[in-house]
């Protein structure tokens, strides 16, 4: 993978985004690749909206979505019959 548009090198790149994949905090990925924590943290905050921006697009819903109170599956409440 290239960095683009960072100063950072291309293996510092790699071990942030498998820390970041394996859910390990800025500032702990910050300590073990070397860099200080406010890199990391905007990092992380960029990799967020290249992921939220990625999601928008894939959303199979546009604008105002209805939803009705049909509940399917788990255990029926009350008595019955």
Do not use: H
Request: glycine letters at 8%; a positive charge; aromatic letters at 8%.
């Amino acid at each position: 993978m290239t960095s683009r548009r960072t100063k950072l090198s291309n293996w510092k790149v790699q071990q942030l985004l498998e820390l970041f994949i394996a859910e390990v905090t800025a500032r702990r990925a910050a300590e073990r690749v070397g860099v200080s924590k406010d890199t990391a943290a905007l990092f992380y905050r960029k990799i967020r909206g290249v992921i939220a921006r990625r999601l928008k697009q894939e959303t199979p819903f546009a604008g105002e979505v209805e939803i009705d109170e049909s509940y399917f599956g788990g255990s029926c409440k009350g008595r019955r019959g």
